[in-house]
Each structure stands twice: as structure tokens, then as C-alpha cells.
């Protein structure tokens, strides 16, 4: 079972500019979360999404958005780009809602430099 | 204000003893905490969990410990070996709102031969 993918693992941005990040799920996982790891801050959590509907949202301003499609992939987007969002973007997958029930699994992430 | 904390930002164990990982919380609704353990370049991987209704779950070597009274909970690794040398992280969530997962910095695991 191939796992969680996530593309472009490496990318360059300049500020102002936008960015999109995809995440393709591990297969029959229909939950996809987000997270943001900075030195500073540490993993946090940006947003989930389950069956193509936002479950939870951390705090985040709204220039970080998200999606998930009906196959599951999930897209997030950064608009108006800061210094301060590079980081590492991470995205894990479940098969269900329930912590105690489904292991997140995690994928290897995208490296975002913002200069 | 972080409500999941790692204290410890490395430690550094012999091959063949015991690893001990703190990680304390401040908010009393989380009811369900995992372990996951990072290398680099690669992303964190699920390695041990518990429920709030249980204080002690174990897994082969591993073994999370929670004190739900001073909000503590521990990963022992009995024994330690090299290839465990890794960032170890704390998570918890509240099992019935999602998978939201609030993480703690991470401690960087480091076993000698």
C-alpha cells in the first residue's frame, strides 16, 4: 500500500507570491489533516478535512486555506506569502474521525522557503 | 500558550538502558495522547498511544505512562537501541472531535553504542 504523498517536496517562493500544496492519501483514507512545522513553533495543526468537508481549523490567518477533492487528495494554499510560512508542511491521513480508532499516518512533507 | 510541552529538548542514553520522554499538558479536556517519532527528512511516525482511562499502554519495548492528576504522561524504551535515535513527539487530541492533534516540540532521542 503506497503511503501518504505529498508534492512538491521542495519550494522556493518569493513574498506576495501563492502556493499550493498537494497531498494524495494513503488509499480508502477519506481523512486528511494539515500541520505546520516551524523551529520556533513546533508542529501545528492548520486543518482537516473529512469526506470534502472542513472537520477542525487550528489558528491560522485566512491567507492558508484548504480543500479535499472527492478522491480524497487534498490541496492547501497559501496566498500572499510571508518570510515567516517558511516551514515544513505536513499532511496525515486516517481512515476515520476517531482518534482511538485510526492512526494518522504521515507523509514526508513539503519544504517551503519563502524569500 | 502551548498546551503540550516537552521540556527536555534532547537526551542522551546508553545502548541497553532505559529511555524515559516527559511530555506534561495544561488543557484537562484532551483525553487521548500518542507518541510519534521522527527522523530526518522524513515524516513522524505513529509508535504508541493511550486513552484517559487508562494509565499505563505497552508495546514491546515502548511503554506510555499517564498521570492524569499532574497532567504527565512518559515513553520508556527499554532498551534503548541506535536505531531509536530520533525526535520523539507528544500529541493530544480529544478522540471524539476529529483528528486534531496538538503536538509538543519534540525531544531529540540519542542512543550510544
Known amino acids: 500500500k503506497a503511503g501518504v504523498t505529498q508534492t512538491p517536496r521542495y519550494l522556493i517562493k518569493t513574498r506576495g507570491q501563492q502556493v499550493t500544496l498537494s497531498c494524495s492519501p494513503i488509499?480508502?483514507?477519506?481523512?486528511v489533516s494539515w500541520y505546520q512545522q516551524t523551529p520556533g513553533q513546533g508542529l501545528q495543526f492548520l486543518f482537516e478535512?473529512?469526506?470534502?468537508?472542513?472537520?477542525n481549523k487550528g489558528n491560522f490567518p485566512g491567507r492558508f486555506s484548504g480543500r479535499q477533492f472527492s478522491n480524497s487528495r487534498s490541496e492547501m494554499n497559501v496566498s500572499t506569502l510571508e518570510l515567516g510560512d517558511s516551514a515544513l508542511y505536513l499532511c496525515?491521513?486516517?481512515?476515520?474521525?476517531?482518534?482511538?480508532?485510526?492512526?494518522?499516518?504521515f507523509g514526508a512533507g513539503t519544504r517551503l522557503s519563502v524569500l | 500558550d502551548q498546551q503540550v510541552k516537552q521540556n527536555s529538548p534532547s537526551l542522551s542514553v546508553q545502548e541497553g538502558r532505559i529511555s524515559i520522554l516527559n511530555c506534561d499538558y495544561t488543557?484537562?479536556?484532551?483525553?487521548?495522547f500518542l507518541w510519534y517519532k521522527k527522523y530526518p527528512a522524513e515524516g513522524p511516525t505513529f509508535l504508541i498511544s493511550?486513552?484517559?482511562?487508562?494509565d499505563k499502554n505497552e508495546d514491546g519495548r515502548f511503554t506510555v505512562f499517564l498521570n492524569k492528576s499532574a497532567k504527565h504522561l512518559s515513553l520508556h524504551i527499554v532498551p534503548s537501541q541506535p536505531g531509536d535515535s530520533a525526535v520523539y513527539f507528544c500529541?493530544?487530541?480529544?478522540?471524539?472531535?476529529?483528528?486534531?492533534?496538538?503536538f509538543g516540540g519534540g525531544t531529540r532521542l540519542m542512543v550510544k553504542p
Open positions: 496525515a491521513s486516517s481512515s476515520g474521525q476517531f482518534l482511538a480508532k485510526n492512526i494518522q499516518y
Open positions: 488509499s480508502g483514507h477519506r481523512s
Open positions: 478535512y473529512f469526506s470534502e468537508t472542513q472537520r
Open positions: 488543557n484537562s479536556m484532551f483525553d487521548y
Open positions: 493511550i486513552s484517559s482511562i487508562k
Open positions: 500529541a493530544a487530541g480529544l478522540n471524539n472531535a476529529g483528528n486534531m492533534l496538538t
